[in-house]
């Protein structure tokens, strides 16, 4: 049996579908959108599973979230549905609730983070709750383990017994009078296309766009639709969508109003309303940020993360040596050798230097999205992003952008929309990220020794420039429709769980780790391979007859008019997909010097202006390959990557032919 | 001294008022209905972000945040 595990945002649905399901979990997406689709085994119970769904207030039909909500609901035909309430801001939650019951099917509701109601001296009348309502109701505590085996048990009696909501009838007056007019009217087209009618007629009423059209009325029944829904507003002096939200909080309110005593003040409010007072203070909120910001980023690169990534670094090049010391012994073919050694221990070991940043970023991420501030912090910059066609929530992603393009990339899973993700998974990669550092570095030291921090800020606000203009493209073409409007929760600040925490690092990892061995994997090893062979498949002595200087050589020509038409450039900026730190140690091999003698060797490839050109390129074109594969998970399209890449080369690349010509021009 | 109507976003940080109707384009006002902001809610505008935009407001029990811009399209009375 399938449940459907339905709720708002910020109302423990995650954990309570940690603790429903453990680890056994397996995170896929809804076919299409971006949009997560988790499902796992209900514990003690193989043969019930649940499916995770979209945190969504409304069954509306205009969010993604939404209406894959709604699609899995209808279509899907789970035999169940789980619907968490939480139990501290009841009126809103069960907004959904009523909704969901309208789908007539076997469901039980978890009233969430009843702990807290009644630490506060608040109560909720459970067994008069459950019969107005007409389903079972389960108090319990997510976040404390409470109430989840009765909550199972519940669960599934109710659907072995296909035990169906008594009650679905919570309206009165003209808009019950509508109500039961279209329910007469749409039957048989709701019986024909398998809708649940009370859902199609409520839907209908309400002004519901593509379940008017699923239902194929004629004119005729159309017009007398129209009619009862013009009677409707007419008496209740309010437009047919409005009349049905107020019918649906009516009926909450009473409810509340005999079966709820809401504690005077909770303490959990109480903190928030504190710790905002200090989080988004007029002043403070920003400083406050940067320094939460700041000190993430220097513990996960300076730290935590260094120290991580440098131990894994050690163990692979202690393990490399090791075998290669055996594989030398064993008189292996050099051919063989050197693919072990150099493509695949290098390929792995650069992939896998990855891994402690990005569990350690998460870490961090996901302290912030489940303490609730990130919510803040999008409260507190929802103005900056506004103008580009994005909203506040997408500042940490793009921030993140600056340390490692892969887990902000990751990051944009946690936006509320669609659109929204899509747009800060193309923007951030022109956030320069950490790895091109190195090659910044080394060219300021060769061609503006005196301006050196300069040149770097003027990289960085370059990028963030392209970025704004992207988004101000983006939002009038490919993004023109409205943005999905910013009306927010604002959760009250709890503490995160710690097993929700482990989860996600978990499941992050393990996404990353599958992606690196497959995409990432294949790619460097191709880098690999035209690296060693020369055209004739013999293994080059000399770098530059090798099949990756061939392609570098046919490519030049492409950067001559950027002032590079050197084949060593275009080798490194090639060799630069595996990693940016690469182009810098690609130029040492090419130039044949060491690292400390390159930015001498430099002055014979570019002359100052064209080693800004190349500056420019490098902070635009295309990510490494981890970042591409990073966007291709989450966006599901290998066409669209490809696509995103070659916008990235090319925007890149006029840039700097602009950069270039113009700079010409002027010097 | 009567009702004053006016939209929320004119009301003063701090202070509450009852919503008598809520307008704008189809997707921002079904949003806004959805989240509780129906005719007769009372709502309390809690604060504004430090630039000014968005604002905080309390209603039903729990904390929600719209722009400005869209404030405007619901019209309120406060208590004159």
């Known amino acids: ?667 | 001294m009567g009702w004053m109507k006016m939209t929320l976003d004119q009301i003063k940080i701090g202070e509450s008022a009852k919503i008598t109707a809520v307008f704008g384009e189809e997707e921002l006002r079904c949003r806004l209905l959805d989240m509780g902001l129906t005719p007769r809610t009372e709502v309390m505008v809690r604060k504004a972000a430090p630039m000014g935009d968005p604002i905080e407001l309390r209603l039903r029990g729990y904390e929600l945040t719209l722009r400005l811009e869209d404030a405007r399209n619901i019209e309120v009375e406060e208590h004159a």
């Open chain 1, 1 to 667: 049996m399938i449940f459907a595990l339905a709720g708002n945002q910020n109302c423990g649905k995650t954990t309570l579908f940690n603790q429903l399901t453990g680890s056994n979990q397996h995170v896929g997406n809804f076919p299409g959108v971006t949009v997560d689709s988790k499902s796992g085994v209900i514990r003690n119970h193989r043969e019930a599973k649940v499916v995770d769904l979209p945190g969504i207030y409304s069954l509306s039909p205009y969010t993604s979230e939404e209406i894959v909500t709604r699609d899995f609901l209808l279509k899907q035909n789970p035999d169940g549905i789980i619907n968490i309430v939480d139990a501290t801001s009841i009126e809103r939650n069960l907004y959904l609730s009523m909704q969901l019951l309208e789908l007539h099917k076997p469901m039980v509701i978890a009233l969430n983070m009843m702990d807290e109601v009644r630490a506060n001296g608040g109560t909720i009348k459970i067994k008069e709750l459950m019969e107005e309502l007409g389903v079972p109701v389960v108090p319990i505590s997510a976040s404390k383990n409470e109430g989840i085996d009765e909550l199972i048990e519940a669960a599934i009696r109710t659907v072995k017994n296909h035990q169906l909501p008594k009650r679905i009838d919570f309206c009165s007056g003209a808009v019950h009078r509508a109500i039961h007019a279209t329910v007469h009217l749409i039957e048989d087209h709701a019986g024909r296309e398998g809708l649940p009618l009370r859902f199609a007629a409520t839907k209908v009423v309400e002004g519901d766009a593509p379940i008017l059209n699923q239902l194929k009325l004629s004119d005729n029944e159309k017009d007398m639709l129209d009619h009862n829904v013009t009677e409707m507003e007419h008496e209740m002096q309010m437009d047919r969508k409005a009349a049905m939200a107020d019918m649906r909080y009516t009926f909450i309110e009473k409810l509340c109003a005999q079966y709820v005593v809401k504690p005077k003040e909770s303490k959990e409010h109480l903190r928030s309303v504190k710790i905002d007072a200090l989080l988004t203070h007029k002043y403070l909120a920003i400083p406050i940020f940067l320094l939460i910001m700041l000190t993430i980023f220097w513990l996960t690169f300076s730290v935590v993360g260094a120290f991580l990534s440098d131990l894994l670094a050690a163990g692979i090049t202690a393990l490399s040596d090791t075998v290669s010391i055996q594989l030398t012994a064993y008189g292996i073919n050099p051919v063989v050798h050197s693919l072990i050694i150099d493509g695949v221990f290098s390929g792995v070991g650069s992939v896998l230097s990855f891994i402690p940043t990005i569990v350690v970023l998460f870490f961090f991420l996901s302290l912030l999205e489940d303490s609730g501030y990130m919510a803040r912090v999008a409260f507190v910059m929802d103005k900056l992003l506004r103008k580009i066609g994005l909203s506040g929530r997408s500042f940490v992603p793009m921030l993140i952008g600056f340390g490692c393009s892969v887990p902000a990339i990751l990051a944009t899973r946690t936006l509320a929309s669609e659109r929204d993700r899509k747009m800060t998974i193309l923007l951030t990669p022109f956030m320069s990220c950490s790895a091109k550092l190195p090659i910044y570095g080394m060219f300021t030291m060769a061609f503006f020794p005196k301006y050196r921090g300069l040149v770097m800020i003027a990289l960085y606000v370059l990028g963030m420039l392209i970025a704004i203009l992207s988004g101000f493209i983006l939002k009038n073409t490919i993004f023109h429709g409205k943005p999905v409007p910013f009306v927010m929760e604002l959760p009250n600040y709890r503490m995160p769980s710690a097993k929700s925490v482990m989860l996600l690092l978990w499941d992050k990892a393990k996404d990353f780790l599958t992606r690196a061995f497959t995409i990432i994997f294949i790619a460097t090893l191709i880098i690999w391979f035209l690296q060693t062979f020369d055209m004739r498949f013999n293994v080059v002595s000399n770098s530059a007859d090798s099949l990756l200087a061939q392609i570098g050589k046919l490519v030049s020509p492409i950067f001559a008019p950027l002032g590079f038409a050197d084949w060593r450039v275009s080798t490194a900026l090639i060799t630069g997909l595996t990693a940016k730190e690469a182009v810098i140690s690609t130029f040492a091999v090419l130039m044949g010097t060491s690292t400390a003698a390159l930015p001498q060797a430099l002055h014979a490839v570019f002359t100052p202006l064209s080693a800004w050109t190349f500056l420019v390129f490098t902070l635009i074109y295309t990510p490494c390959f981890a970042a591409i594969s990073a966007i291709k998970g989450e966006l599901r399209s290998f066409k669209t990557t490809l696509g995103i890449a070659f916008y990235q080369s090319f925007i890149a690349w006029v840039i700097a032919f602009l950069f270039y010509q113009i700079g010409s021009l002027l010097l």
